[in-house]
C-alpha cells in the first residue's frame, strides 16, 4: 500500500494521468470559452439579465439530463461517455465560432449554451465516478485534491487565455475545439477497472437512487447542502463583466485576469492541501471556509478598486477549494461503486450546475437590486447558511479525518 501522506501518489497511476489530462484540457478550453462567451454577452447586449439568461442556458439542460447521465454511468461505459461529452463541447465550441464569424442572433449564443450543459451533463458524472477505476481506494483523496488543483490549473489559464482573445472570440472558439479532440485521444487510452457492477431494472426507483442515497447519507447531504446554497448565494464571477466596465473600468485583459483570480487562489489552496497531511477536523475546516467565502464575496462586492477586488476573488477562491476537496472526498469515500454515477449526478445537480443557477440569480438580483446589492445580499445569504448547517447537522461539527470513514453502503 502506497503511503497515505504521498503528495504524489495518485500521480503515480498512468491511467489517472490520462483521466487528469484529458479533463485539464478540456477544462481550459471550456473556461477560455465561457469566458469569452461572458464578455461577447455583455458587450452585445449591455444587460445584467442576458448574462443570467446565459447561466439559465446552460443549467437547463443539466437539471433535466444528470440523473438519466448518472444511471447511464452506472450502466454503461463511463469512458465512452466522458468521449462522448467531449465531443458534444466540441459541436459547441463549432457553433459559437460561427456565430460569432457571421455575427448571429445572440439567441443562437444561448442555443449553443444549452448544448454545452448537454455535455456538462454527461461529463460530470462519467469524470467523476471514473477516478475510482483508475486509482487504488487508499489514494482517493489525494486524487480528488490533485483533480480539484487541476480544474484551477484550467480556471487559471482559461480565463487569461479567454481575456487575450476576447477581441477574436472565434479564435478562442476553435482553439477549444482542437483541445477536445486532443482530449479524446487521451481518454481513448484509458484502461480503467471492470466496475463489477450488477444489472439494476430500468425503473424510475433506479433512477432516484442516487437522490435517495444523498439524503439519507447525513455528512453527504450536509456538505451538499452548504455547498449549494453558499455557490447559489454567493457566485459573484457571472457579473464579472459588468463590474470591470461600470466600476473597475478594465477591458478584457483585466476582465480575463480577475476572472482567473478566484482559481489561482483555489489553485495555491489546492497544493497547500496536497502537501499536508489530512485534516483532523474536515467538518469545521468546511463550515470555516464557507464563512471565509461569504466574507470574501461582500468585500468584492463592496470594493472599487482593481486590485482589492482582485484580492477578494483570490481568497474567495482558496476558501472555495477547501470545500470542494472535502466534499469530493467524503463523495468518493462514502458511495458504493455501483451507485457512484448516481451520486455523482446528484452532486452535478445541486452543487456543480448551481454555477449556472447562480449566475441566473445573479443576474436577475443584480437587475433588481444593483450590482453591489446584488453581490453582498449574496454573500450575507451565504453567511446565514454556515449557521444554519452548524446547528442543523452538529455530526459534521465533530467530523473525524477523511481517511478513517467508512463507506456507508
Known amino acids: 500500500m502506497q ?31 465561457f469566458t469569452v462567451v461572458e464578455w461577447e454577452i455583455f458587450k452585445r447586449t449591455n444587460s445584467y439579465e442576458m448574462m443570467g439568461y446565459g ?31 467531449h465531443l458534444t463541447m466540441a459541436l459547441t465550441s463549432l457553433g459559437l465560432a460561427l456565430v460569432s464569424i457571421f455575427e448571429g442572433p445572440v439567441l443562437l ?25 483508475v486509482v487504488g481506494p487508499e489514494t482517493l483523496g489525494n486524487a480528488v485534491t490533485w483533480s480539484s488543483s487541476g480544474w484551477q490549473v484550467a480556471a487559471v489559464t482559461g480565463p487569461t487565455i479567454g481575456g487575450f482573445l476576447a477581441y477574436e472570440p472565434a479564435a478562442a472558439y476553435f482553439g477549444t475545439v482542437a483541445a477536445l479532440f486532443v482530449c479524446i485521444v487521451l481518454a481513448l487510452g484509458m484502461r480503467p477497472r471492470d466496475a463489477g457492477r450488477a444489472p439494476e431494472p430500468r425503473s424510475l426507483g433506479a433512477l ?101 477586488s482582485f484580492a477578494m476573488l483570490f481568497f474567495i477562491g482558496a476558501f472555495d477549494n477547501i470545500s470542494v476537496v472535502i466534499r469530493g472526498t467524503l463523495m468518493q469515500i462514502l458511495t458504493p461503486d455501483e451507485m457512484r454515477g448516481r451520486v455523482a449526478a446528484v452532486n452535478s445537480v445541486f452543487i456543480s450546475s448551481t454555477n449556472q443557477l447562480g449566475a441566473f ?28 448547517a452548524a446547528v442543523h447537522w452538529p455530526r459534521l461539527r465533530r467530523l473525524d479525518p477523511l481517511h478513517t470513514l467508512k463507506n456507508e453502503a
Open 3 to 33: 503511503d497515505a501522506h504521498d503528495p504524489y501518489a495518485a500521480l503515480r497511476h498512468r491511467d489517472y494521468c490520462l483521466l487528469l489530462s484529458s479533463n485539464v484540457l478540456a477544462a481550459i478550453g471550456g473556461e477560455a470559452q
Open 208 to 308: 432516484l437512487a442516487g437522490i435517495r442515497f444523498v439524503w439519507r447519507t447525513e455528512l453527504l447531504l450536509a456538505a451538499i447542502t452548504l455547498d449549494l446554497f453558499a455557490v447559489l448565494l454567493g457566485g459573484c464571477t457571472a457579473l464579472l463583466p459588468a463590474f470591470c466596465k461600470e466600476i473597475l473600468f478594465v477591458g478584457e485583459t483585466g476582465f480575463g485576469v480577475l476572472r482567473a483570480a478566484p482559481a489561482i487562489g483555489a489553485f495555491v489552496m489546492a497544493m497547500l492541501l496536497a502537501h499536508r497531511p489530512p485534516l483532523k477536523s474536515p467538518g469545521r475546516a468546511l463550515l470555516w471556509s464557507v464563512v471565509g467565502f461569504g466574507l470574501a464575496t461582500i468585500g468584492f462586492g463592496l470594493s472599487d478598486h482593481v486590485y482589492l
Open 361 to 388: 440569480e445573479s443576474g436577475i438580483t443584480a437587475h433588481w437590486f444593483t450590482l453591489i446589492g446584488s453581490v453582498v445580499i449574496g454573500g450575507c445569504g451565504t453567511l446565514l447558511v454556515v449557521v444554519f
Open 109 to 133: 449564443i444561448f442555443v449553443f449554451l444549452a448544448l454545452a450543459g448537454v455535455s456538462r451533463a454527461l461529463g460530470m458524472p462519467a469524470r467523476s465516478s471514473l477516478i475510482p477505476l
Open 55 to 85: 447561466g439559465l442556458a446552460q443549467f437547463l439542460p443539466l437539471l433535466l439530463l444528470a440523473l438519466p447521465a448518472g444511471q447511464a454511468a452506472d450502466r454503461f461505459s463511463r469512458k465512452g461517455m466522458l468521449m462522448l461529452a
